[in-house]
């Protein structure tokens, strides 16, 4: 964070009351994250088993830490009182910022974006947590753009560190400054980048998946990749592994993204490897088979 957004970082107002919109792995991850720093956060989905899972896998995490010795019984009930599971917008409107992680479908999005913008006071801040999306495209369905702008966990929300915060063209340095102190709060690093297909992180990564898919081209073999990278060069997991840990359905349709955006630099390869798993319905953890077999 640099120059006038730096200033507007120390001076934002702190953020009092969140909401996210969407209960799924990456906003039950957020809300969780938020509540156990301190921030209420209401969770608001359109299925009531959405949001029964976002909040028992809240309480197994919280579970853990108590079994640890790290949390005591009451903090858990604490912390499990800041989510407040929600089937309807009433709650949210008291939001300082909304964080949308519904499904990754740029209309379902801007419908929903939409939809909160009318809800929540005119200072409010919205984010979306879409990894592939364009924040200026989303920011097209806000009558207040300037509001808005991308807040891009990993997954799982409770573990990585790194959140880029995604500035839209129209965005305010005030937007930047409260999402910055909100991620500041929730524990996270936060990095303002600007926008573009893959962000930052997706821009690194990707070209190393399509140096590992043109290594396997070539015939080499992945577990022998794997553990290279993992046990020898030291790097937390190999690149199969990540890609499992991913899905290789969400690679699949990133290396789109990328390959649409940086037509010379990260284009279509032919019989990508990647390619090749996500029609054979190898899919990675998710569906218990990848390059590595989980069932
Ligand atoms: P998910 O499918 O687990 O959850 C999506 C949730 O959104 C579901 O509970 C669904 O009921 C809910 N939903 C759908 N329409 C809604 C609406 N109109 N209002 C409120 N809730 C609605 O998806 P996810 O993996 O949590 O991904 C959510 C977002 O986060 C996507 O944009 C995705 O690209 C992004 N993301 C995912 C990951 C990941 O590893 N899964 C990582 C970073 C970012």
Redesign the pocket.
Known sequence: VKGKAKKATKLAKPVEQAAV???????GGIAYQSAVKGTPVVM????QP?LDLGLNEAAKLLGKQVERGRLKPDGMAKVLNNIVPSLDYAPVAHADVVVE????NPK?KG??LAEVEGVVAEDAVLAS????ISIDLLAQSLKRPENFCGM????PVHRMPLVEVIRGAKTSDETVAKVVAYAAKMGKTPIVVNDCPGFFVNRVLFPYFAGFSLLLKEGADFQQIDKVMSKQFGWPMGPAYLLDV??ID?AHHCLDVMAAGFPERMGKMENDPVDLMFKADRYGQKNGKGFFQYA
């Open positions: 919109l969407g209960a799924g792995i990456m906003g608001k989905d359109i299925a959405a992680a519904v499904v990754e379902v419908i929903v947590n879409t990894s592939t891009h966990f990993f997954n991913v899905g969400t």
